[in-house]
Each structure stands twice: as structure tokens, then as C-alpha cells.
């Protein structure tokens, strides 16, 4: 079974559902421009670049700001 992306720790980085899904389509879009495949290689298993972006927004690696 594949590994599910840590939504609820994403959550708390932003604040909304609504946020974290504008925060994940853009960081996306940022890891397709760096390649053209939509596949991260990881440790074991490819990763989808929608994934990682889940990730990188949950672990703190890349940081939602609000532009109003």
C-alpha cells in the first residue's frame, strides 16, 4: 500500500483546506518547472510531485505567505 501524504501536519502550516490546496497547486508547479517528468525518484518508490509538495508544505520545508 502507498504512503499517504501528511495532510493534517499541512493543515496546521496554513489556514484552510482551501489554502493548502492553492499552497500545494503552486509548489507543484514549482517542481514541474524544475523537471519534466511528474515523478520525484525517492529512497525506494517514485514519488508524484502532488505528493511531495504536501510534504515540503507539512515538514516546513517551503512557507505558505499570505498576499492580500
Do not use: W
Amino acid at each position: 500500500m502507498s504512503k499517504r501524504p501528511d495532510i493534517e501536519n499541512a493543515l496546521k502550516q496554513v489556514g484552510s483546506r482551501y489554502e493548502l490546496v492553492h499552497a500545494a497547486v503552486k509548489r507543484t508547479r514549482q517542481l514541474l518547472e524544475e523537471g519534466e517528468d511528474f515523478f520525484i525518484r525517492g529512497e525506494r518508490e517514485l514519488i508524484k510531485k502532488t505528493f511531495q509538495a504536501i510534504e515540503d508544505i507539512a515538514s516546513g520545508k517551503v512557507k505558505v505567505v499570505k498576499t492580500e
